[in-house]
């Protein structure tokens, strides 16, 4: 089994539209959630860090952990074209090991 | 600012050869991290390093070796390349204290085996 498992899409919206990825994990000792942005050919960017549960609000991103459920969204308010990515989750409990999910490749059309 | 630099950004290797990918960081940093990404798949962890003289195996550590004698750098080693090691490896960086800031991540090196 995958430390952690992340639907790869492709996931393909309308611009302005909501857009709710997620990942799920089975190891119940991480506790830092991470959700990364990475363009073509360019290394990996941090969007949203979480500590344990609950929720966090940056702008037109909303990162949601579930502990309980061992699962995490990160939700992506009026979507726009500069979206256009692949979004990584990731987590660890120490910051010796990071296990990150396949990715998913969004495609926010004009 | 520079963050962190990987070198070179593109290379191509015969079977059986051997390389080191450059990986430097001017932040301070005391963890950094190699990892590789192969097509449509998330990074796996090859090598980290928690300080100058440290270092300890990923989820893929096999066929390659690592070293950490400054804080600033931390090369990557192949010594027999295999088509299997074909990927795009990225090095990253944190101090973990930065909680906003988990990793910097460099650009990456496409490396193929042919």
């Known amino acids: 089994q995958k430390e952690v498992e992340q639907d790869p899409g492709p996931l393909s919206v309308p611009e302005g539209a909501i857009v709710s990825l997620n990942c799920t994990y089975s190891n119940s000792a991480f506790q830092y959630f991470m959700w990364y942005r990475q363009y073509s050919r360019k290394g990996p960017e941090l969007l949203m860090y979480t500590y344990s549960s609950g929720n966090k609000e940056d702008g037109r991103f909303t990162a949601q952990v579930d502990k309980s459920s061992k699962y995490i969204s990160l939700f992506i308010r009026d979507s726009q074209p500069s979206d256009s990515a692949t979004y990584l989750c990731a987590m660890t409990w120490n910051f010796n090991k990071f296990y990150f999910g396949s990715g998913t490749k969004l495609n926010v059309k004009p | 600012n520079a963050g962190v630099t990987q070198t070179p950004k593109f290379r191509i290797l015969k079977i059986g050869q051997s390389m080191t990918l450059q990986c430097t960081q001017d932040?301070?940093?005391?963890?950094m991290y190699w990892y590789r990404q192969d097509p449509g798949m998330g990074l796996k962890l090859i090598y980290y390093?928690?300080?100058?003289?440290?270092?300890d195996k990923g989820e893929v550590p096999n066929g390659y070796n690592v070293s950490r004698s400054t804080t600033e750098d931390f090369p990557l080693r192949l010594e027999l390349a295999a088509p299997s090691q074909t990927s795009v490896y990225f090095c990253?960086?944190?101090?973990?204290?930065?909680?906003?800031?988990?990793?910097?991540f460099g650009d990456g090196t496409r490396l193929s085996i042919l």
């Open positions: 932040m301070n940093h005391n963890y």
């Open positions: 990253a960086s944190t101090d973990r204290v930065d909680g906003n800031q988990p990793q910097h």
């Open positions: 390093s928690v300080g100058a003289g440290i270092t």
